[in-house]
């Protein structure tokens, strides 16, 4: 059983970086794909980027966050981090990991292909 754990949220001013950690508190997360997905008031879970378990061309990113968002693994620390920079009032939300058996980086970005999950974190992006 994977439990996974977010850190790193808080309040950033419009512009600023955070970077967001999801650990594995329990179980070892190197051979599943991992997403990052959010959740804003009133709306939908979705998913904005994830990496596979791949060596090579192993992310995914949706277009909002492409460009300014990366996502990267140590799986020696057992963590994922989501970096995140520019960022703006509409990226405010609770942000989730979440960890898939998949290998395509196609599908890790979809809730249905995700099996454990963090409890989230709050960012909030304000001036």
């Known amino acids: 059983q994977l439990q996974l754990v977010e850190s790193g949220g808080g309040l950033v001013l419009p512009g600023e970086s955070l970077t967001l950690s999801c650990t594995a508190s329990s179980g070892t997360m190197a051979s599943y794909a991992i997403g990052w997905f959010r959740q804003a008031p009133g709306e939908d879970r979705e998913g904005i980027a994830c990496i596979t378990d791949n060596d090579d061309d192993n992310t995914n990113y949706v277009d909002d966050v492409k460009g300014r968002f990366t996502i990267s693994r140590d799986n020696a620390k057992n963590t994922v981090y989501l970096r995140m920079s520019a960022l703006k009032p509409e990226d405010a939300a609770v942000y989730f990991c979440?960890?898939?058996?998949?290998?395509?980086?196609?599908?890790?970005?979809?809730?249905?292909?995700?099996?454990?999950w963090g409890q989230g974190t709050q960012v909030t992006v304000s001036s």
């Open positions: 979440a960890a898939g058996e998949t290998t395509q980086k196609a599908f890790c970005i979809k809730e249905i292909f995700m099996d454990y």
